[in-house]
């Protein structure tokens, strides 16, 4: 579930409902083409130290790095540090960004839906139903994520 650095502004939002729930494949975690980048609030880095045993510093110094003002894990150019066989290693504590996904503004795009999100998660077309109020509730915690605009 790796991101486009500087790509983060609404797109149309002309997709009104989607059925999703994660399959566990991991697949979203894998960077693709320009997508690497996976940022962190403050609160995430606290809250993946806890999780980890560290702290705050010392999560931050070995598993971030600030690009453009932003922090994000280290290396967007490999695939999460904390994927091991398809499976997040700190899924309870994984980073806002990874919690929103697929309901990132960028891929409400109908078009984008079908070209980049689609063809890569098997979730897509799955489980529970999110409506358009739902969906927006979703981005609109995507404020909180370093880049947002």
Request: with cysteine; hydrophobic share 25%; net charge positive.
């Amino acid at each position: 579930m790796t991101r486009k650095p500087k790509s983060r502004q609404p797109r149309n939002r002309d997709i009104d409902g989607i059925r999703f729930q994660c399959q566990g494949s991991g697949r979203c975690c894998l960077t693709r083409d320009g997508y690497g980048y996976v940022y962190l609030t403050l609160h995430d880095r606290r809250r993946l130290a806890a999780h980890l045993g560290l702290t705050t510093l010392k999560f931050t110094r070995r598993h971030a790095e600030k690009t453009d003002g932003w922090f994000h894990l280290k290396h967007p150019d490999q695939p999460c540090p904390f994927l091991a066989k398809s499976h997040c290693r700190v899924y309870r504590a994984r980073p806002t960004q990874c919690r929103t996904w697929p309901f990132w503004p960028e891929n409400m795009d109908a078009r984008v839906w079908r070209k980049e999100v689609a063809p890569v998660c098997p979730g897509i077309g799955k489980g529970k139903h999110y409506t358009a109020e739902e969906i927006q509730r979703l981005i609109e915690t995507e404020h909180d994520v370093p880049g947002y605009r």
